[in-house]
């Protein structure tokens, strides 16, 4: 079976810092990963996916994500964090098979200081 | 391109009463989806539609839950009578073919709440 887990339920990080929010994965074939991102009252809007071609992958709004077989994670980076990026991020591994049934994870709520 | 629609995006009832979310998909996505998110949770699958036909609704409470998807495009997700703890945000999705294949894109949503 597959499975997801964040490792952090909340990160806060200043303006101008690195992001990093952790997802570890577990999957018995080579999985789909994703992030999705979710603002206040918005929907949910996928920042990046990792579908078995390059390692890493590069999103939108300057996140990247780097897949790592060996250590079965998933990590979401960004070099510089902007207030605009406070939100609830949710990483997603994909089943195989042909229904392609999203696992996700809880949720981690990052915080932009200023 | 226009995204995934949803309405209403608000909802406010009392418990026992009725409820009908409406989704329309993205244009040639042959596959919608309705979820559930409780606060501070990730969505949960209610039930995932394949064209007009309910492919997975295992997750979907049918003794007050019922959806349809009669043309295969647009979607309406009921609950009768509504309990409190039914508050939730509902989320519509779909999915095409091609090169996004995984990809599930996402409406706004519909937060209920029931008093």
């Known amino acids: 079976a597959q499975s997801v887990t964040q490792l952090d339920s909340h990160v806060s990080v200043s303006e101008g810092t690195p992001v990093l929010l952790r997802c570890n994965y577990s999957?018995?074939?080579?999985?789909?990963l994703f992030w999705y991102v979710q603002h206040p009252n918005k929907g949910l809007q996928l920042l990046l996916k990792?579908?078995?071609?390059a390692t890493l992958v590069k999103g939108i709004n300057g996140f990247e994500a780097e897949f790592k077989k060996s250590e079965t994670s998933f990590h979401l980076t960004k070099p510089s964090a902007h207030m605009s990026d406070a939100a609830e991020y949710f990483c997603v591994v994909s089943e195989s098979g042909n229904n392609r049934k999203l696992i996700w994870g809880l949720g981690t709520s990052l915080a932009v200081n200023p | 391109e226009a995204g995934v629609v949803q309405s209403p995006r608000y909802k406010i009832i009392e418990k026992k009463q009725p409820v009908a979310f409406w989704c329309n998909p993205i244009?040639?996505?042959?596959?919608l989806y309705w979820y559930r998110q409780n606060l501070g949770q990730g969505p949960e699958l209610l039930i995932r539609y394949e064209n007009e036909e309910a492919v997975d609704d295992s997750q979907l409470p049918k003794d007050r839950f019922s959806a349809e998807r009669l043309k295969g495009v647009d979607s309406t997700l009921k609950i009768q009578p509504a309990e409190l703890g039914d508050s939730a945000v509902y989320l519509c999705?779909?999915?095409?073919?091609?090169?996004?294949?995984?990809?599930?894109?996402f409406g706004p949503g519909t937060r209920l709440t029931v008093l």
């Open positions: 999705a779909s999915r095409g073919s091609g090169s996004s294949y995984n990809e599930q894109f």
């Open positions: 999957s018995s074939y080579s999985p789909s």
């Open positions: 990792y579908t078995s071609a």
């Open positions: 244009s040639g996505h042959n596959t």
